[in-house]
């Protein structure tokens, strides 16, 4: 072969493309070249993110990670001799709970409680859309899921990607041989996106023409000392009652107070802007590196999706049938389809409520009066983590 020969060969051994067929997972009987199948997953994930725009923001950063742990021999999160690589450091923040708080104080920071502040009421629409987070966990429980498994499952159902990777690590279910944080992840992600396509079918089956139709008041004008004694208050009562969600709810609120209080212009910003978005990239890429193929080509995973779409589309028909109960009291005067806003998908749902009233009545303007449901629905998620919490740490 001589020197030439014998240096292209120990160059190839050394080369993911002598290992890409060395991992075969078994799944539902059938085996599969796991790296290959992974490395397709990704690509599959970006062209979702980039091409069909599902939620790029936090899909791009996950399909990339993915496709990182995947490739043999890189050592990006350890090599053979132990080393720690680059993407384990990083995951430091995800497996510690660091990124999805942070997140959160982003979104406190973006978020305008203005819209529930004027109607209340609807803190309990976005109660009821919760109702897929609990038929789920038990959904899952009873297919083999241990109790905390299922609880990070059910969570999807609230379609809010921060508080279900908050709480699959919070309950110990983000690490090691049986982590399902990829999945929860990929998930409640994939579910928030596909909002617009997921919604529509439930809320035109749980409605009529004419509810759709419906036409509500304007809004009362909320104060400024409203909008900052809103996450003073919330966040004294909610960790009162339940303390479990302080690092949640409290993190949200302090967030929201940069916001409102007028004086703090700079963090405000920081908060929704670079802090945030670098946040995004560190969670996206370290969630995408917990996908390697030994952990994720499971029939668990695809369990996992399902009960995710059963808990979404099981919430979405929570706030519904709570928006129905509300129609009625109030003799015709809330439109109940904004009950679906009451998922935490803020604001993609709220604009979903609002397309589809303008399909069936054009003047109607139902998006400020969805977005107070919408925005209780970040709350209702974080308060569901919360109880999940308290019951089963």
């Known amino acids: 072969m001589g020197v030439y020969g014998e240096a292209l060969r120990e160059l190839f051994v050394s080369s993911g493309f002598s290992h890409i067929f060395n991992l075969n997972v078994t799944l539902g009987g059938i085996s599969l070249p796991g790296t290959l199948v992974m490395l397709i997953v990704s690509l599959v994930l970006l062209y979702l993110a980039i091409g069909k725009e599902f939620e790029p923001l936090l899909l791009v950063p996950i399909a990339f990670g993915c496709l990182l742990v995947n490739l043999p021999l890189s050592g990006i999160m350890s090599d053979v001799e132990g080393e720690i690589g680059f993407l384990r450091y990083v995951s430091f923040g995800t497996e510690h709970e660091i990124y999805p708080i942070i997140i959160f104080m982003g979104i406190g920071a973006l978020t305008d409680f203005g819209p529930l502040l004027a109607n209340p009421i609807t803190f309990l629409l976005g109660a009821a859309a919760q109702f897929g987070v609990f038929v789920s966990f038990l959904g899952a429980n009873l297919v083999g899921f241990n109790i905390r498994q299922a609880a990070c499952i059910g969570i999807i159902g609230g379609a809010d990607g921060p508080t279900s990777i908050y709480l699959t690590m919070k309950l110990g279910q983000g690490t090691g041989p049986n982590s399902i944080l990829g999945a929860i992840a990929v998930a409640a992600y994939s579910y928030m996106s596909l909002v617009p396509l997921i919604q529509p079918p439930v809320m035109k089956l749980l409605t009529t023409k004419e509810d759709r139709a ?134 993609m749902a709220a604009r979903v409520v609002q397309r589809v009233v303008q399909s069936e009545n054009p003047g109607s303007y139902l998006l400020m009066h969805a977005m107070g449901p919408n925005v209780a629905g970040v709350i209702g998620t974080a308060v569901a983590a919360g109880v999940m919490l308290t019951l089963l740490r």
């Open 214 to 347: 419906i036409r509500m008041d304007k809004l009362r004008p909320v104060s400024k000392k409203e909008k900052i004694l809103f996450p003073i208050i919330c966040t004294i009562v909610s960790g009162l009652i339940l303390p479990a969600c302080v690092p949640l709810i409290g993190i949200l609120m302090f967030g929201n107070l940069l916001r409102e209080c007028g004086v703090t212009e700079r963090l405000s910003g920081a908060a929704q802007n670079e802090i945030l978005n670098i946040t995004t990239v560190f969670l996206g890429i370290s969630v995408g590196a917990t996908m390697a193929a030994e952990a994720f080509l499971k029939v668990d995973t695809l369990l996992i999706i399902l009960l995710g779409l059963i808990a979404f589309a099981a919430s979405t028909a929570g706030g519904l049938i709570c928006g129905q109960i509300m129609k009625v009291l109030s003799k015709g005067k809330v439109n109940p389809l904004i009950g679906s806003a009451g998922v935490s998908a803020v604001p």
